[in-house]
């Protein structure tokens, strides 16, 4: 019903910007709740930030609130997190997710996901 494609990772120094974009298609997207997770090597996936379908409400995870930034163009059926200050720490394949209903405002996971797009941060 909704596919999902992430861009805008790389690799950046530590204090350094990125922003990631997750392209949804399909005429439900827009009102969709998006999320964004990310997963480390050998570490388990982490709820970074998540987005109701008008833009209006956000929920940011404690380790990146004033950082990132979550926000949404429903014009363009695109989903952005802007990442601030990036710490060596934040380095992960990041994850767009998506559902119908509004669990992920509540940090829970929607029935739709991208590939992925890796983030790495330097020393």
Excluded at 79 to 101: F, G, H, I, R, W
């Amino acid at each position: 019903q909704v596919q999902l494609v992430e861009s805008g990772g790389g690799l950046v120094q530590a204090g350094g910007s990125l922003r990631l974009s997750c392209a949804g298609s399909g005429r439900t997207f827009r009102s969709y709740s998006v999320g964004w997770f990310r997963q480390a090597p050998g570490k388990e996936r982490e709820f970074v930030a998540a987005i109701s379908w008008s833009g209006d409400g956000t929920v940011y995870e404690d380790s990146v609130k004033g950082r990132f930034t979550i926000s949404r163009d429903n014009a363009k059926d695109t989903v952005y997190l802007q990442m601030n200050s990036l710490k060596p720490e934040d380095t992960a394949v990041y994850y767009c997710n998506a559902d119908p209903s509004s669990r992920l405002l509540f940090k829970g996971t929607g029935d739709y996901w991208g590939q992925g797009t890796q983030v790495t941060v330097s020393s």
